[in-house]
């Protein structure tokens, strides 16, 4: 919750904002930020240019993000009407991106078809340097450059980057009201990682992830229980949170599906 620190706001996950962001930044940087680029302004003589972007669906403010880099390569793509953009910072990112378009494509229709078509604007994907994983910012989720610098192996993060897009349906177009629901962002985003294996590598797939889930939340079952609603710990800041939230989360999911019936549960 760290949105109130840049700008006055109202800092929960239940009170969405409305956002249009200006930069003014030194000639020659490139700007990504949530929503679609509404204007570039570029004044070489005075050092700056100008972007102006605007998200056009309510957004949380902790999904409220922005990159600004001076050696971006820009790499764009469509699904149907919604374009796609992969913001690289070297020759292996951008040629895993170029090979990665494809894949994107076919879990965002995947899911479209799965739950709802796909529910904002566009998508993006852009690596940042110091940070460690993957965050699912409002149509440009963030991710380690490392995720795709393997050009031998581009599926080297297939589920990373299966789990950050799944995050635009729940988390950022579905959202909890409170942190005490945080499950409910990160067990539907792990538990959408299992639902893409079945589709797309089959059953036996599918139960391998499940299995490596239930092993590593009964780890930190076994010494210490811990409720996936209202966690007792300190929010982000441990492996028991991961384990919990998204693995234990996912199995509970994929337990309600098992009772209830695909039908019902997809409904």
């Known amino acids: 919750q760290d949105a109130r620190r840049i700008f006055p706001c109202w800092d929960e996950p239940y009170d969405k904002a409305t956002l249009k962001i ?9 700007v990504i930020s949530n929503g679609l680029l509404m204007q570039r302004s570029e004044y070489p ?3 700056s240019t100008i972007f ?12 409220i993000a922005f990159s600004i880099y001076h050696n971006y390569q820009i790499l764009f793509d469509y ?3 919604k374009p796609l953009f992969y913001y690289v910072v070297d020759e292996k990112n951008r040629i895993v991106a170029e090979r990665l378009k494809t894949f994107h494509r076919e879990v965002i229709d995947f899911f479209s078809r799965k739950f709802v078509n796909f529910p904002f604007s566009k998508y993006g994907v852009a690596s940042i340097f110091d940070f460690p994983g993957g965050m699912e910012n409002q149509t440009i989720t963030f991710v380690n450059p490392g995720w795709w610098n393997d050009t031998g192996n581009i599926y080297k ?5 299966v789990h950050e897009l799944a995050h635009q349906w729940f988390g950022d177009f579905v959202t909890p009201s409170d942190w005490k629901e945080i499950w409910l962002n990160e067990g539907f985003a792990s538990y959408m990682e299992v639902i ?10 599918s139960l391998q992830i499940l299995e490596e889930f239930k092993n590593l939340f009964f780890s930190v079952d076994s010494t210490e229980l811990y409720p ?31 009772l209830i019936g695909d039908n ?3 409904n």
């Open 22 to 30: 200006k930069f003014n930044v030194p000639y020659g940087y490139e």
């Open 196 to 205: 893409w294996a079945e589709y797309k590598h089959g059953k036996e797939k």
């Open 79 to 81: 699904y149907q009407d």
């Open 52 to 63: 102006i972007f605007y998200e056009s669906h309510n957004i949380a403010t902790y999904l």
């Open 157 to 161: 993060f297939e589920y990373g980057f």
């Open 228 to 258: 996936i609603f209202d966690p007792r710990d300190t929010y982000f800041n441990s492996q028991r949170f991961l384990q919990i939230i998204y693995k234990k989360g996912a199995y509970v999911l994929h337990m309600l599906r098992k």
């Open 45 to 47: 003589q005075h050092d």
């Open 264 to 266: 019902n549960f997809f």
